[in-house]
T-cell receptor, first 113, second 117 residues
């Protein structure tokens, strides 16, 4: 069984503030993949990052950064200097050997001008 | 990058009718596709795994006679919601895994919003 927990249901920040989204996962597999997706109000899923279980290097892409820590089974996502366009629901997800993607409950981020 | 197209994007139907949603991989072959359902303000829940040339595998609690899945070619999977009722109103989204891929990469369609009156 696998499980993805996003404890934060909603986060509201003022523009230019940083925001960190937490993601904790559970899996028995030694090989797995972790993902973050953004879902704007229009509904489509926007792929942000995929990380395999053997690559614990943190990653930075523009204003986005990810911190992967296997020791705590966490894959947190930080948006630096947030903008109104960052307002969306963000999902953390895990894929196992069956290629079944399990999503967390999602965190709704609202960035106010 | 690879593209997955879903059609229709929006559909409104009367209760009791059947609705078919298509999921196509446009520039790659997909032996395996996945169907998800998302109710308002909730997460995406996996409904079934669609395998080309064989029967779909349904997740626990998903009625296979209600949600018919056909994956007749390497680029097309269809989800038919039979005898739709208002409680079937939801956002349905598919994803596709390229044949032979083991990198964990999945490509999502744009989603189909079903409203049953």
């Amino acid at each position: 069984a696998q499980k993805v927990t996003q404890a934060q249901t909603e986060i509201s920040v003022v523009e230019k503030e940083d925001v960190t989204l937490d993601c904790v996962y559970e899996t028995r597999d030694t090989t797995y993949y972790l993902f973050w997706y953004k879902q704007p109000p229009s509904g489509e899923l926007v792929f942000l990052i995929r990380r395999n279980s053997f690559d614990e290097q943190n990653e930075i892409s523009g204003r986005y950064s990810w911190n992967f820590q296997k020791s705590t089974s966490s894959f947190n996502f930080t948006i630096t200097a947030s903008q109104v366009v960052d307002s969306a629901v963000y999902f953390c997800a895990l894929i196992d050997n069956d290629y079944k993607l399990s999503f967390g409950a999602g965190t709704t981020v609202t960035v106010r001008a | 990058g690879a593209v997955v197209s879903q059609h229709p994007s929006w559909v409104i139907c009367k209760s009791g009718t059947s609705v078919k949603i298509e999921c196509r991989s446009l520039d790659f072959q997909a032996t395996t596709m996945f169907w998800y359902r998302q109710f308002p303000k909730q997460s995406l829940m996996l409904m079934a795994t669609s395998n080309e040339g064989s029967k779909a595998t349904y997740e626990q609690g998903v009625e296979k006679d209600k949600f018919l899945i056909n994956h007749a070619s390497l680029t097309l999977s269809t989800l038919t919601v039979t005898s739709a009722h208002p409680e079937d109103s939801s956002f349905y989204i598919c994803s596709a895994r390229e044949t032979g891929d083991n990198t964990g990469e999945l490509f999502f369609g744009e989603g189909s919003r079903l409203t049953v009156l």
